[in-house]
C-alpha cells in the first residue's frame, strides 16, 4: 500500500461526457502528480501540483484540467471526453520534487473508459 | 522533447535466468530511477540512483548509473515468476528537478 488512494477504480461513461477523478496523497506528500497510461503505452505526464499551485505541465490537453485543495487532495476533471481518452490514470505523490529526488508513490489507478 | 530509450520492448525469460535492461538518452540527468509495474498496479519504485557511476542493490535487484550520466541498466538475477510486470526507467534532467522523463518500459515475463 502505497499510501496513495484514487477514487473511483473504474469508471465507465459515454463520449462527449465530463468525469472527475479524485487523488488523496500520502501523509506528509505536498507535491501531487497526474499520469495518464494508454493501453501498452509508457506513462504520460500530464500535471503536477504542489501546495495547491501549478509546478509543471505535460502533456495535458487543454479539455483537461486539475486542482490541488487547501487539503492537499487533488481533482483531474476530463471533458467532452472522447474514445481515446480511455485509459489507466494514475496518480503520485511525493515530499517535493528536490534534486536528487524524482521519488514518486503511485495510487492503483483510476481505469476510464469511454464508449 | 526530451526521451529515454529503454529496451528490450519485452522479455520472455525461464524461471531462474538472470535479466539484463537499461535505457539510454541524449541527454544528462542527475537522478535515474527504476520502477516496476504489476499488473493492475501502480508503478512502485525500485532503486534510485543519484552518483555517476552509483551502483545500488536491493535484494536480487542491482542498477548502475551511468559514468556518462547518460544512461542506466537494471539487472535482475534468478528470475523468479513475481518479476513478472512492466519496468520503467526515469530520470531527472540536469537542471530541471521538476519533471521526470520515462522511458516505454520493458515488459518482463517468466516462464515457471
Known amino acids: 500500500d502505497s499510501g496513495v488512494t484514487q477514487t473511483p477504480k473504474h469508471l465507465i461513461t459515454a463520449t462527449g461526457q465530463r468525469v472527475t477523478l479524485r487523488c488523496s496523497p500520502r501523509?506528509?506528500?505536498?507535491?501531487v502528480y497526474w499520469y495518464q497510461q494508454s493501453l501498452d503505452q509508457g506513462l504520460q505526464f500530464l500535471i503536477q501540483y504542489y501546495n495547491g499551485e501549478e509546478r509543471a505541465k505535460g502533456n495535458i490537453l487543454e479539455r483537461f484540467s486539475a486542482q490541488q485543495f487547501p487539503d492537499l487532495h487533488s481533482e483531474l476533471n476530463l471533458s467532452s471526453l472522447e474514445l481515446g481518452d480511455s485509459a489507466l490514470y494514475f496518480c503520485a505523490s511525493s515530499v517535493e520534487p528536490g534534486a536528487g529526488t524524482g521519488e514518486l508513490f503511485f495510487g492503483e489507478g483510476s481505469r476510464l473508459t469511454v464508449l | 522533447g526530451q526521451q529515454l530509450n529503454q529496451s528490450p520492448q519485452s522479455m520472455f525469460i525461464q524461471e531462474g535466468e538472470d535479466v539484463s535492461m537499461n535505457c539510454t538518452s541524449s541527454?544528462?540527468?542527475?537522478?535515474w530511477l527504476w520502477y516496476k509495474q504489476d499488473p493492475g498496479e501502480g508503478p512502485v519504485l525500485l532503486i534510485a540512483?543519484?552518483?555517476a557511476g552509483e551502483l545500488t542493490s536491493n535484494g536480487r535487484l542491482t542498477a548502475q548509473f551511468g559514468i556518462t550520466r547518460k544512461d542506466s541498466f537494471l539487472n535482475i538475477s534468478a528470475s523468479i515468476p513475481s518479476d513478472v510486470g512492466i519496468y520503467f526507467c526515469?530520470?531527472?534532467?540536469?537542471?530541471?528537478?521538476?519533471?521526470?522523463?520515462w522511458g516505454l518500459g520493458t515488459s518482463l515475463a517468466v516462464n515457471p
Open positions: 540512483l543519484y552518483k
Open positions: 501523509s506528509g506528500d505536498l507535491s
Open positions: 526515469a530520470g531527472q534532467l540536469v537542471g530541471n528537478n521538476r519533471k521526470l522523463i
Open positions: 541527454s544528462i540527468f542527475n537522478t
